[in-house]
């Protein structure tokens, strides 16, 4: 039993120093401090966006029989504006009829979808509370599918989403959370597939340095797919997510030359990608308005372009910020259009920066056996980028959106840091806290069993616990917030109420009077101490199961934490504590444990 318990001390050292190594990190650094820890927005701050879902509430005035007309409104706003349209009311008396709309619009683009039939009276941003909550719910399962991060997405005003987090790439969470999940496919610059033709999704696969979408069609798009692609081999399928069919993309007419595979088309105001693939040259259009402008001007012919468009688009999307161009070309396109900007990402490429502004995902070509008629309804969409993991992120970012789709489109709208709520003065506070409890622990303990080994033991292993805990929340990889420090006091607090019980138990056998040997003792304390952390650890996996958020991120921690002190933590210290009990001298115990002595 004694070399059983050697070697679980050694383990335990070893284990420590593993722990210590994970949370400090030496090697990025001397300097004592966390590293191998996630620092929640609770303590470090992070980042917060603000995203708007885009539907809106339209009241129109007829003429006259606007009752026959209804339904011509509907389907004019759904094809001229993309945008799904649903009767709310109509007045016979009034000849007012109100729509509610979803989809990017202005007052002038909405007067000219629907004609002279009827006058645009007033148009709102408008949301049902039940289609906020439910895009909440979306978007959190795109970002944080087992909600095991820290993130927090809440409404924001009638129509906004805000979006907190910590320790999450802020670029892959505006690509998550930015697009509705609208998929298009085209072939020859025809529309072959969409959404409705997807029946489901697989994980994300990746495969020499590529990532693939696995998707299974209906089918009804499996045979559409099959014509669309017979005797067209080498043609490439253009796949978008949230083509910006509301926007024109507006470039610097200079950064096409760094690109290496896109061009420009000033025929149709379209980019287009040529490329080789295998024995034969490719070329698609992008089916996405675009125009180049100049840093400190635009030239008379892009002005007439744009001013003729401002009843059929909503937005522009300016490739590069505000400060890139000058203050008379930002005040000539505010007056026309809203503006969204579209910065270039650290490492991305020309070509990458186009095809994310136009929504572009992926292109591959129909294969030989398809233009024979050999399509089956699974399929798989390749990804490319620089690296095999940046493509498989991708792919997820795709397969996540297609999943979880929003009934609405939506926007991005800003993104701004926060600071911690607590202050800057936090972690020193915390410190002098933890600092003055310690002490009062220590004294107390004294006190109570007048053996300062054994207070120095107790506080020893309040430390250890509290490093295991924290090198399972980093191994585990939940983000040290307020539910995760919950979690590391419970198993801290645990193991000093179980550890004060194991040294009473041993104390009692150590007694000249006492005619239990002192490992009976042991052995008794040992299980009334795994008894009560077996039952926190089953109620802690119940939480974790069936809670979700800060709360299963608590509970996770917290069981973690007291399975590494059952398994580790109580058997070495009953030893430890055995041991310094036995070395010292037999004397009576406080007057606390002498009613138990006297029944034994």
Same mark, same amino acid.
């Given at each position: 039993?004694?070399?059983?318990?050697?070697?679980?001390?050694?383990? +335990?050292?070893?284990?420590?120093?593993?722990?210590?190594?994970?949370?400090?990190?030496?090697?990025?650094?001397?300097?004592?401090?966390?590293?191998?820890?996630?620092?929640?927005?609770?303590?470090?701050?992070?980042?917060?966006?603000?995203?708007?879902?885009?539907? %809106?509430?339209?009241?129109?005035?007829?003429?006259?029989?606007?009752?026959?007309?209804?339904? %011509?409104?509907?389907?004019? @706003?759904?094809?001229?504006?993309?945008?799904?349209?649903?009767?709310?009311? %109509?007045?016979?008396?009034?000849?007012?009829?109100?729509?509610?709309?979803?989809?990017?619009?202005?007052?002038?683009?909405?007067?000219?979808?629907?004609?002279?039939?009827?006058?645009?009276?007033?148009?709102?941003? %408008?949301?049902?509370?039940?289609?906020?909550?439910?895009?909440?719910?979306?978007?959190?399962?795109?970002?944080?599918?087992?909600?095991?991060?820290?993130?927090?997405?809440?409404?924001?005003?009638?129509?906004?989403?805000?979006?907190?987090?910590?320790?999450?790439?802020?670029?892959?969470?505006?690509?998550?959370?930015?697009?509705? &999940?609208? +998929?298009?496919?085209?072939?020859?610059?025809?529309?072959?597939?969409?959404?409705?033709?997807?029946?489901?999704?697989?994980?994300?696969?990746?495969?020499?340095?590529?990532?693939?979408?696995?998707?299974?069609?209906?089918?009804?798009?499996?045979?559409?797919?099959?014509?669309?692609?017979?005797?067209?081999?080498?043609?490439?399928?253009?796949?978008?997510?949230?083509?910006?069919?509301?926007?024109?993309?507006?470039?610097?007419? &200079?950064?096409?030359?760094?690109?290496?595979?896109?061009?420009?088309?000033?025929?149709?105001?379209?980019?287009?990608?040529?490329?080789?693939?295998?024995?034969?040259?490719?070329?698609?259009?992008?089916?996405?308005?675009?125009?180049? @402008?100049?840093?400190?001007?635009?030239?008379?012919?892009?002005?007439?372009?744009?001013?003729?468009?401002?009843?059929?688009?909503?937005?522009?999307?300016?490739?590069?910020?505000?400060?890139?161009?000058?203050?008379?070309?930002?005040?000539?396109?505010?007056?026309?259009?809203?503006?969204?900007?579209?910065?270039?990402?650290?490492?991305?490429?020309?070509?990458?920066?186009?095809?994310?502004?136009?929504?572009?995902?992926?292109?591959?070509?129909?294969?030989?056996?398809?233009?024979?008629?050999?399509?089956?309804?699974?399929?798989?969409?390749?990804?490319?980028?620089?690296?095999?993991?940046?493509?498989?992120?991708?792919?997820?970012?795709?397969?996540?959106?297609?999943?979880?789709?929003?009934?609405?489109?939506?926007?991005?709208?800003?993104?701004?840091?926060?600071?911690?709520?607590?202050?800057?003065?936090?972690?020193?506070?915390?410190?002098?806290?933890?600092?003055?409890?310690?002490?009062?622990?220590?004294?107390?303990?004294?006190?109570?069993?007048?053996?300062?080994?054994?207070?120095?033991?107790?506080?020893?292993?309040?430390?250890?616990?509290?490093?295991?805990?924290?090198?399972?929340?980093?191994?585990? &990889?939940?983000?040290?917030?307020?539910?995760?420090?919950?979690?590391?006091? +419970?198993?801290?607090?645990?193991?000093?109420?179980?550890? @004060?019980?194991?040294?009473?138990?041993?104390?009692?056998?150590?007694?000249?009077?006492?005619?239990?040997?002192?490992?009976?003792?042991?052995?008794?304390?040992?299980?009334?101490?795994?008894?009560?952390?077996?039952?926190?650890?089953?109620?802690?996996?119940?939480?974790?199961?069936?809670?979700?958020?800060?709360?299963?991120?608590?509970?996770?921690?917290?069981?973690?934490?007291?399975?590494?002190?059952?398994?580790?933590?109580?058997?070495?210290?009953?030893?430890?504590?055995?041991?310094?009990?036995?070395?010292?001298?037999?004397?009576?115990?406080?007057?606390?444990?002498?009613?138990?002595?006297?029944?034994?």
């Amino acid at each position: 039993m004694s070399a059983f318990k050697s070697r679980r001390a050694k383990l +335990l050292l070893l284990v420590l120093v593993l722990s210590i190594l994970i949370i400090w990190q030496p090697w990025s650094g001397l300097e004592p401090t966390i590293r191998g820890v996630k620092i929640g927005s609770d303590f470090a701050g992070g980042t917060q966006m603000v995203f708007e879902l885009q539907s %809106y509430r339209v009241t129109l005035q007829y003429g006259s029989a606007g009752e026959n007309l209804i339904s %011509y409104t509907t389907a004019s @706003i759904e094809s001229l504006l993309g945008a799904e349209t649903r009767l709310i009311s %109509y007045n016979p008396n009034s000849e007012k009829a109100v729509f509610d709309v979803h989809g990017r619009l202005t007052e002038l683009m909405l007067q000219k979808a629907v004609g002279e039939i009827a006058t645009v009276i007033d148009v709102e941003t %408008y949301v049902e509370e039940n289609e906020l909550d439910q895009a909440i719910n979306l978007l959190r399962s795109r970002v944080d599918p087992y909600q095991l991060l820290d993130v927090r997405l809440r409404s924001y005003g009638a129509a906004s989403i805000l979006f907190e987090a910590s320790g999450v790439d802020p670029n892959r969470a505006r690509d998550l959370l930015g697009v509705q &999940g609208k +998929l298009e496919m085209f072939l020859d610059n025809q529309l072959v597939l969409s959404n409705d033709e997807i029946l489901g999704l697989a994980a994300p696969i990746s495969a020499e340095a590529l990532a693939y979408v696995p998707i299974t069609l209906t089918d009804i798009g499996t045979e559409t797919l099959k014509q669309a692609c017979s005797g067209k081999a080498n043609h490439p399928i253009v796949i978008y997510l949230d083509r910006p069919t509301d926007a024109i993309v507006i470039f610097e007419n &200079g950064i096409l030359r760094d690109a290496s595979s896109i061009f420009y088309d000033e025929s149709s105001q379209e980019f287009y990608v040529t490329r080789e693939t295998g024995i034969a040259e490719s070329a698609y259009h992008i089916l996405v308005s675009a125009v180049p @402008i100049l840093r400190d001007d635009i030239p008379n012919l892009v002005k007439t372009y744009l001013s003729d468009h401002v009843g059929d688009r909503a937005r522009v999307i300016l490739l590069g910020s505000k400060d890139d161009f000058s203050p008379e070309v930002i005040e000539w396109l505010s007056a026309h259009y809203s503006i969204e900007t579209l910065s270039r990402r650290e490492g991305e490429t020309v070509d990458e920066w186009v095809l994310r502004a136009c929504g572009v995902q992926s292109a591959p070509v129909v294969t030989q056996t398809m233009a024979a008629g050999g399509v089956t309804s699974d399929l798989t969409i390749p990804i490319v980028a620089k690296t095999q993991a940046q493509a498989l992120v991708k792919a997820q970012n795709l397969q996540r959106a297609l999943v979880y789709q929003l009934d609405l489109p939506i926007a991005f709208v800003q993104e701004a840091k926060f600071s911690s709520p607590f202050g800057s003065g936090f972690k020193e506070g915390l410190m002098i806290v933890a600092g003055v409890a310690v002490l009062c622990i220590f004294v107390l303990l004294y006190f109570a069993f007048s053996r300062i080994k054994v207070a120095i033991a107790v506080i020893a292993f309040l430390f250890v616990d509290a490093l295991l805990t924290l090198a399972g929340i980093s191994v585990l &990889g939940l983000p040290l917030g307020l539910p995760a420090a919950s979690g590391l006091l +419970l198993v801290v607090l645990s193991g000093l109420n179980q550890h @004060i019980i194991i040294t009473n138990e041993l104390l009692k056998g150590a007694q000249p009077q006492e005619k239990v040997s002192v490992g009976w003792r042991t052995s008794r304390a040992l299980a009334i101490s795994y008894l009560a952390s077996l039952t926190v650890v089953l109620v802690s996996i119940l939480i974790a199961l069936a809670g979700f958020g800060p709360l299963r991120i608590f509970a996770i921690a917290a069981a973690a934490g007291l399975v590494i002190a059952i398994i580790l933590t109580r058997p070495v210290f009953a030893r430890v504590m055995e041991s310094i009990i036995s070395a010292g001298p037999k004397t009576a115990l406080p007057e606390l444990a002498k009613p138990e002595q006297k029944q034994q």
